[in-house]
Structures are given as C-alpha cells and as structure tokens.
C-alpha cells in the first residue's frame, strides 16, 4: 500500500495506464472493423460502473481501511466461510482470471512484435516478460505506479502518432478524406440502427448497444470495471491518503479511460478498413505472421507500418510501456493475493517478511509463465474479452448488494462463484443451445442470479456482531442496513451513520449526471473530428451542463456524522 501516502492523480493516472494494455488498441480495432465504431458500447457501458464505483463506493473502500479488497471478506463475513471465501478468490481471481487477462495481452503483443520486428512469438514473450519481471518483482508496488505515469505518457504519445500516420496513407487522404470512402461511413455511427426488420440488425443493436447498457454493466466482472470497484481499482483507492484522494482517482480515471483516449484508435482502425478492407488483405500483406493469429485486431499494428523510421520507434516504445504497464500490475495485484491472502491467511501466518516477498516473486514468475503458454493458444483479442464476459457473468450485482444488504452473506458469494464458472461451462462447451451470443449471456445472468439470490434466503445471515462491525468501521448508508443500526441503538451501542450527502439516491443522481456529461464529452470529441460542429457545440454544451449540475449537488454546508 505505500503507507497509505499516495496522491489521488498519481493512482488516477496509474488505472488509465493500466487499463492502456497492449491488446486494447486490438480490441478496440477489431470491434470497429466487424461492427462499426458502435461496436465499443461493449466496454464504453461500464462508465455506468465506473461512475457508480465514484459515487458509492470510492469512500467506503478507502474506509474499510483492508490491505487488499479479498481482506474485505473477513471484515464484512465472518467464520468460516469468510476464510473459505477469501482463499478460493485469491487464487480464482489472482491466479486463473490475472492468467487470463495477461494472456490476452501478451496475444496483442506478440501480433505487435510479429508485424512491427519480424520476432518470433517465443522472443515476445521472453523479452516482454522478463523486463516486466524485473520492475515488477524488485519495484513493487510503488514503483507499479510511478512508472505507469511515465508509461501513460508515452502509450497517448504514440497512439496518437500512429493515428497521424495512419491518416497520412495515400489510399486514406487525411482526416476528411477519411470519412468520404463508403466503408468508413458505413461503420461511423456512433450508435447502431434501430432496424427491426431483419435478425442480424436486432442481434446487432442488442449485442451492441441493449444488453452492454441494461445488463452487462451491472452483472458481468471485468477488470478494471468491477461494480463496487474492486481488484487493482480497489489497491490503488486502499492507497490514497484519504477518502477524497480515492475518490478523485476513481473520477480521474473515468473521464480519461472513456472521453479522451478511445479516438485515435478508433481512427487508426477507420483507416484501417480503407487499406487493408478485408482478412485477406492482412494475410497477404503479412504472410509471416502466424495463421492462428490472424483477426480483425491484427490491423492495428500492420496501421503502424505506415510510420517513418523513428516514429516508428516511438510507437514501438509507446505499445511496450502499455504492455509494460498492464502486465506489471496485474503480476503485483495478483501477487498480493496469492502472498497475503492465501500465503498467509493459510499456509504460513507467522511467515517472515523476508519470506512473504520471496513468495511474491515467486507467484509473479508462475503467473506471468501460465499466462504466456496461454497466449500461444488463443487467437484474438475480442476472443479473451468474451471469455472473461462469459465466465464472471451473473456475478457482480452481489458485489453491488454486498455494500447495502445486510442479509448478503459469504455463503451466497460462494455459490454464486460456483454457478457462474458452471453455467458459463455449459453455454460454451455443452449442446447446442442456438442461441446469439448476447442470449447465452442474458441467460447466464438470470440462471446465475437466481441461484445465489435463492441461496441468500436458504442460508443463515451473518452474525450480528459482525454486520455492527462492519457497520462501525465503513458507515454504510441505505435502507438495507437499518435494521442493523436499529437493533445496535437498541442495545444502547449508537453507531456513527453514514455523513450528510452519502445516500444512496443522492449518489445515484450524481452517478447518472457524471454519465452524461462523460458521454456528451467522448461523443463531442467524435463529432468534432467528423466535421459536425453543430452537433459537436450541442453535446459539448451538455457536458458542461451536466459538469455543473453535479458540481451543484455538492454546494451545501460541510458534511457532519449523523445517527442512522
């Protein structure tokens, strides 16, 4: 945690960095091409948790005063099935899902290094690796985020270089040229079609646009936009100095992570269709890169070749510090969990210092193996995003509940864990079920969400002293915990509530304000660069609208603790 001293810019800037991965760009490319720049509602929804996380949560986790967001576990449950608990998710999360996500990144970053250097899939890997190894083993996690500062400014330097040059290419014509080949103002919209005439349309909008914006969000875990913001968003808001420097980050992040960074790859991939339109293109282009990497996401990188010497370099530098910066705190994150919350917790709890950082580097070199063998076996960068879509579908919304429900226990944490992994197993590997990919999903969440919710109402609640517990050191506010501060005030035990300006509906305002202004300010930037002024003015103007209305609902006297 860095002694708990860190500056709310410095994490701000270290979860953009993060996020930045190697695959992004990919992922970001290859949605374009197949769906048009519509296509990236699939992660433009989880502003909705983003802001969310901001306004609801920021504070209450730098509150809970835990050294990793598993330690919460044993602060909000209790007995054994919070030990249970804690355990199964370090290693599920810290070791099987961290494989996961770094091997989807290191699948970009040896696209990267095949198109860009001529290397080979195992020289990617092993230069790549080790020289994350190296900071991330010896630096910590200090030096995790110092570096992605500097990272961050490099990886925006090339992005937008690459775009420049992209732009640049003869076929293409500059950015007005751009958007006058029929391709590219096929897939310029930056929302899909209402078209209910045809299947392919209706699967288009509702795989798009529909279930991103009213179930994904708030069902599916992913990294980096957990709701109730949990894993390495969760480290670095545990490492702010106080609860505003968490809060800023989280908000510093948002606005960074959706309105300014998305278009200069979105523009590399435009152009990208006008000069290299289908696979085959690729293929011919490039015929040393390995066939079973050949996608859509392998564009970006063969945009790159477009660049003169040194720039080139640049951009070859800017994507290594993205990979660099991923990579690194994923391996510190998940070498937390495995070190503190397995480690410790279980086999060794008397274990030395000197042996629980020898533990750590040791988890960091396994990981970063695994996930190296299984970046030779998958494809694409679209194909990692679903998988991880997949597996933590029906899950999230008791992450959400767990905060503001008293009844959701450790018991129900755990079946829903179990029910997904299985119910996501079956959706892929078992019989054909004929249904879309946004269907599997939807029915994934309900069949998962039912089971845990079941399993809430056949299971005991918590200890009572455990819930004032928690109660007492985070103040959560909201109708679900009132029975809670009731049966404590019986008692004579007045606990502290939650401060003035902490409800739930009040967040929840602020949330659907910070939306719409971090939505008005991503679309505005595209229609600017459409050549749209008018529109570009009216959304522009709604961000600064909506900017104020939010900065509105915090002028009011100094909040004070209040009774719940």
């Known amino acids: 945690m860095s002694g708990r001293r860190m500056s709310g810019w410095l994490l701000g800037l270290s979860m953009v960095a993060t996020t930045f991965a190697a695959d992004t760009p990919g992922l970001v490319t290859e949605l374009v091409r197949t769906k048009g720049v519509s296509g990236n509602w699939a992660w433009w929804a989880f502003l909705l948790t983003g802001m969310l996380t901001v306004f609801l949560y920021a504070r209450l986790w730098r509150r809970s005063g835990v050294r990793t967001d598993l330690e919460f576990y044993e602060l909000r449950y209790s007995g054994r099935p919070a030990v249970v608990l804690?355990?199964?998710?370090?290693?599920?999360?810290?070791?099987?899902?961290?494989?996961?996500?770094?091997?989807?990144?290191?699948?970009?970053?040896?696209?990267?290094?095949?198109?860009?250097?001529?290397?080979?899939?195992?020289?990617?890997?092993?230069?790549?690796?080790?020289?994350?190894?190296?900071?991330?083993?010896?630096?910590?996690?200090?030096?995790?985020?110092?570096?992605?500062?500097?990272?961050?400014g490099v990886a925006m330097t090339g992005a937008i270089a690459?775009?420049?040059?992209?732009?640049?290419?003869?076929?293409?014509?500059?950015?007005?040229?751009?958007?006058?080949?029929?391709?590219?103002?096929?897939?310029?919209?930056?929302?899909?079609?209402?078209?209910?005439?045809s299947t392919e349309s209706r699967d288009l909008l509702a795989t798009t646009l529909l279930v991103p914006l009213t179930v994904q969000w708030w069902s599916v875990w992913y990294p980096g936009a957990e709701p109730g913001g949990g894993g390495y968003l969760a480290q670095r808001m545990l490492a702010a100095k106080n609860e505003d420097h968490a809060f800023g980050a989280v908000m510093l992040f948002n606005v960074a992570h959706y309105a300014l960074r998305p278009w200069p790859w979105i523009l590399v991939a435009l152009a990208s269709i006008v000069v290299y339109p289908e696979l085959?293109?690729?293929?011919?282009?490039?015929?040393?890169v390995d066939e079973s990497k050949l996608g859509h996401d392998l564009a970006y990188p063969a945009m790159l070749t477009m660049a003169p010497i040194g720039w080139r370099g640049l951009i070859i530098a800017s994507l290594l510090s993205a990979y660099v910066s991923t990579i690194s705190t994923h391996l510190n994150w998940g070498a937390s969990y495995v070190t503190g919350d397995f480690y410790q917790r279980v086999v060794d709890p008397a274990a030395s210092p000197q042996r629980l950082v020898m533990v750590g580097r040791i988890s960091t070199v396994v990981m970063m193996l695994l996930a190296s063998l299984l970046a030779l076996w998958l494809?694409?960068?679209?194909?990692?995003?679903?998988?991880?879509?997949?597996?933590?579908?029906?899950?999230?919304?008791?992450?959400?509940?767990?905060?503001?429900?008293?009844r959701v226990n450790a018991f129900a944490e755990i079946v829903a864990m179990a029910a997904s992994v299985v119910v996501a197993a079956y959706l892929q590997f078992g019989p054909d079920h004929g249904l879309a990919g946004w269907q599997a999903l939807c029915l994934g969440v309900a069949v998962t969400t039912a089971i845990w919710f079941s399993a809430i109402w056949l299971s005991p609640p918590e200890r009572p002293a455990t819930l004032e517990a928690f109660c007492r050191q985070v103040r959560p506010s909201g109708p679900g915990w009132r029975r809670v501060y009731r049966e404590a005030a019986r008692r004579g035990d007045m606990l502290d509530g939650p401060k003035d300006g902490e409800s739930i509906r009040i967040g929840l305002l602020r949330m659907a304000l910070g939306c719409v202004a971090i939505y008005s300010l991503l679309f505005a930037v595209g229609k600017f660069l459409y050549g749209e002024p008018l529109q570009c003015g009216l959304l522009a103007l709604t961000s600064v609208v909506s900017t104020a209305a939010l900065a509105a609902t915090y002028w009011r006297a100094p909040p004070t603790p209040r009774a719940a």
Not at 121 to 143: E, K, M, Q
Not at 385 to 397: E, H, K, P, Q
């Open 86 to 152: 804690r355990v199964f998710r370090a290693l599920y999360l810290g070791v099987v899902f961290n494989v996961i996500v770094m091997a989807v990144v290191s699948v970009a970053a040896i696209k990267l290094g095949q198109v860009l250097l001529g290397a080979s899939p195992a020289t990617v890997l092993i230069c790549g690796g080790v020289t994350t190894l190296v900071l991330s083993a010896f630096g910590g996690f200090r030096a995790v985020v110092l570096t992605d500062c500097l990272l961050f």
């Open 162 to 197: 690459a775009a420049y040059f992209a732009l640049q290419h003869p076929s293409v014509g500059g950015l007005s040229g751009l958007f006058s080949h029929d391709s590219v103002a096929a897939k310029q919209a930056l929302t899909p079609a209402w078209d209910w005439s």
């Open 280 to 288: 085959a293109d690729l293929r011919a282009a490039f015929p040393a």
């Open 379 to 406: 494809q694409t960068a679209k194909q990692g995003f679903d998988l991880l879509l997949s597996v933590g579908a029906g899950t999230d919304l008791i992450y959400i509940l767990r905060w503001y429900w008293w």
